[in-house]
């Protein structure tokens, strides 16, 4: 899989291009911002686009911008935008418009080898990532009373909120040593709680999930 | 000073009854002008009024010209006697009066001829006697004017045409000079000042007519009427008038002494709180007076408006008086040189507004602190939010993006691990958690510091995930625009106020929910956070809210928290944003 990779910090840049050649991918090109990222897309058409959300000039959303054009002009461009801080605005933002083949990370995610792999692997394929920390923050939000999320159980929530990451239910059992079927059974029971039309597609789902979560 | 002016006025009287005298006694067939009532209006106004204004103002040379301009005005009726060397004497001097009339018009009020085109005319004025004298030599009657005149003894030849022509030169270049003198008068009156023309308005009309009522009487000479009394009738009367037009003015003067004793009645009444500056203006008569407050610390004077005064100097046209109280230099007053004239008057405002003027000073000087004091708190706020911000970004690309790299590089040391390697693997992995957990807290602490969200979004969005991150429910309502950008302080000002608030009601309000809510409506921004709590927060809430507070009145704004016990809790921020 062939990635471009852009970020003003050049020791964020390079040890991220060095990982990123360990877990086996072709890195076609580094940027130090927004427009060199757009001029490399141009140039390299990447499976997956890796962006830094804080690059000059401003140094505050240009790489939320950068994304978003990319996703106007070549759609099958998988983005995952890394940042520092956990802005669920801006990974709602950046989802908002549509979650496939689009992500959003902390940057010290990445320093986890096969966790960056597989977000990488995931958003070049249509899917979607969502960091665990936003997703914690979106689920654990302080709620009014007779919220339909109480009376979900503490495993249909940990569920949930594997879902809003963006993993499959193949990796969310997985992740919480079960088997598919019991996980699809949580999915269903988490569907009609929270009344939300079945959505078998694992992609698809993400945003209903998303969209309720943000909602409440 | 008195006997020496009873003196002169005994003398006055002697020479104005001499004059009236010769006046009513001159034979019939002789022209009869001024006559003595006229001798005796004209002379006792240029004594009188030359008299009292001598006493009142000793140092100013106008009552001694006015005196002198009397006893020149009698000494002229020696032309009216019937010895031929008392008449000759008479006639030779006869109009020297005039030159006294014209120096007091020139050189009012100051009693001083101002500028040399001043001089260059009382020298002019001094010439056409010089021309008199020269016709009487070759004349063989004064001014050839009658017949019936005793001899002129001053007569060397006899030329009577060549002394008529001087005549006529003598009155053409009389005419030309008084309306020069009316020119200048004229202008000086334009380019016065309201207070000069207060101070001059009676003199120089009275002055312009009697001069123009001469110019009137050398025009008709010329013209060959020269025995027309109307014009010198007119002008003796009005010249009358400008010895009185003196007087009025300093009796005016009085007057407005007279006003300082209203002036301390009224700065007498606190409750009244006059405008100080007003007040001394109307008692000074002039309109532009200007206050300004010494500042000792400074060692500078400074109006009311907290700006530092200039002291004028001779060229602005502007004067300064000094006032100080117990020693200590308190205030100064700007104004129309012309109040220097009077300077009994102003000392005795200055006096009687030294306590009002202290008082204005330290509530001038309050003023200025508190708003120099305002600056520093406006200033320092801003320095502060200038440090959250720089110390974010300083954590952002220094320490943070370091922590990330060491983690990336553990990242890849395990996955070069071999599978078999038992022993190291657990301590890389245990290396990464625990720099996860330094990363996570640096987050948090950065985001304490300067939300990068109110920097990149601003207060809406930064208000918006605020609550929905609170630890209670919060219900938001927002009216505010979006894509307008508060000022930064502002806005963070209100972000800290509201996460304080909201902090607050979480630990200590024991409420269900929180309503927040902004609005930005005609340049103010209002911020509102209830709960629906136990109440009861005491003061302003604990010192957190109390440093908020600080920040919020630095901006000029006010911070006020209801908490009436068992009806929840009511923070309120106002904060102006131009």
């Known amino acids: 899989m062939r990635v471009a990779l852009a970020d003003d910090a050049v020791l964020l840049r390079e040890g991220l291009a060095r990982l990123l050649g360990e877990a086996g991918f072709e890195v076609v090109g580094l940027a130090g911002d927004a427009d060199d990222l757009l001029a490399l897309v141009e140039r390299t058409r990447p499976d997956v686009a890796i962006v830094d959300i804080r690059m000059p000039p401003t140094h505050t959303d240009e790489g939320l911008r950068a994304a978003k054009a990319i996703r106007e002009r070549w759609p099958a461009i998988g983005i995952l935008v890394l940042s520092q801080h956990v802005n669920a605005r801006y990974a709602l933002e950046l989802l908002g418009s549509g979650t496939d083949g689009v992500g959003y990370l902390l940057k010290e995610r990445v320093s986890d080898l096969d966790e960056l792999s597989s977000s990488v692997n995931r958003v070049g394929e249509g899917g979607s990532v969502l960091d665990p920390a936003v997703v914690e923050e979106l689920v654990g939000r302080r709620r009014q009373a007779n919220n339909p999320l109480e009376h979900l159980t503490e495993r249909e929530r940990e569920v949930l909120a594997l879902m809003a990451e963006g993993r499959s239910n193949r990796a969310i059992a997985e992740r919480l040593f079960v088997t598919e079927h019991t996980v699809e059974k949580h999915v269903k029971s988490i569907f009609g709680s929270l009344r939300l039309p079945p959505s078998p597609d694992d992609h698809r789902r993400v945003l209903a999930v998303i969209a309720y979560l943000n909602s409440q | ?578």
């Open chain 2, 1 to 578: 000073m008195r006997p020496k002016l009873v003196t002169v006025a005994g003398f006055g009287i002697l020479a104005g009854a001499g004059a009236v005298w010769l006046a009513a006694h001159q034979p019939p067939e002789r022209p009869t002008e001024p006559g003595p009532v006229l001798t005796v209006l004209v002379g006792a106004s240029l004594l009188g009024c030359g008299l009292a204004s001598w006493r009142a103002r000793p140092e100013n040379r106008l009552g001694p010209v006015m005196v002198l301009t009397a006893f020149a005005w009698f000494a002229g009726q020696l032309s009216e006697a019937p010895e031929a060397w008392v008449y000759t004497l008479g006639a030779a001097i006869q109009y020297w009066w005039v030159l006294g009339l014209i120096y007091l018009l020139l050189s009012f009020p100051s009693g001083r001829l101002p500028g040399r085109l001043e001089r260059w005319l009382m020298g002019a004025g001094c010439s056409l006697f010089v021309i008199q004298l020269l016709a009487m030599l070759e004349g063989n009657k004064s001014g050839l004017r009658c017949p019936t005149c005793p001899s002129n003894l001053l007569q060397v030849v006899s030329d009577n045409p060549d002394a008529r022509n001087l005549l006529l030169l003598e009155r053409l270049l009389g005419g030309v000079l008084v309306t020069v003198i009316i020119v200048v008068l004229a202008r000086r009156w334009w380019r016065a000042s309201p207070a000069q023309r207060r101070a001059v308005a009676p003199v120089i009309v009275a002055g312009c007519i009697t001069l123009a009522a001469l110019a009137w009487t050398q025009a008709l000479d010329l013209l060959g009427d020269p025995l027309s009394a109307l014009p010198a009738t007119v002008w003796f009367y009005t010249t009358a008038a400008v010895p009185i037009a003196v007087m009025f003015v300093f009796v005016q003067r009085r007057l407005a002494r007279g006003m300082v004793a209203g002036l301390v009645v009224e700065l007498g009444q606190p409750s009244l709180a006059p405008d100080l500056r007003e007040a001394l203006a109307r008692t000074l008569g002039d309109p532009s007076l200007e206050l300004a407050y010494w500042f000792p610390a400074e060692q500078c004077y400074v109006d009311g408006a907290g700006q530092m005064v200039k002291l004028p100097n001779a060229r602005d046209g502007r004067s300064s008086t000094f006032v100080e109280r117990d020693g200590q230099p308190i205030a100064v007053l700007l104004h129309d040189p012309v109040l220097e004239h009077n300077g009994e008057l102003v000392r005795s405002v200055c006096a009687a507004a030294s306590l009002a003027l202290e008082n204005e000073r330290l509530q001038a000087e309050l003023r200025a602190r508190l708003s120099e004091l305002q600056a520093s708190r406006a200033r320092l706020v801003e320095a502060t939010d200038a440090e959250r911000r720089r110390i974010e970004r300083d954590l952002h690309d220094g320490t943070q993006q370091r922590l990330v790299s060491i983690a990336m590089s553990l990242g890849l040391l395990e996955s070069k691990l071999p599978d078999q390697e038992t022993a190291t693997r657990p301590l890389v992995h245990e290396a990464r958690e625990a720099l996860a957990l330094a990363l996570q807290e640096l987050r948090e602490l950065t985001h304490g510091i300067n939300p990068p969200l109110l920097t990149e979004r601003g207060l809406a969005a930064a208000l918006d995930e605020l609550c929905r991150r609170a630890a209670l429910p919060a219900h938001l309502q927002l009216n505010l625009r979006a894509e307008v950008r508060l000022p930064d302080q502002v806005e963070s000002a209100a972000y800290f106020v509201a996460s304080e608030a909201l902090t607050n009601a979480a630990k200590h309000s024991h409420g269900s929910e929180v309503r927040v809510s902004a609005s930005h409506q005609s340049g103010m921004l209002t911020l509102e956070v209830v709960d629906d709590g136990i109440g009861g927060a005491a003061g302003a809430g604990g010192s957190g809210l109390r440093g908020l507070a600080d920040r919020v009145e630095a901006l000029g704004g006010r911070l006020t928290v209801s908490s009436p016990p068992g009806r929840g809790t009511n923070l309120r921020a106002e904060i102006p944003c131009a």
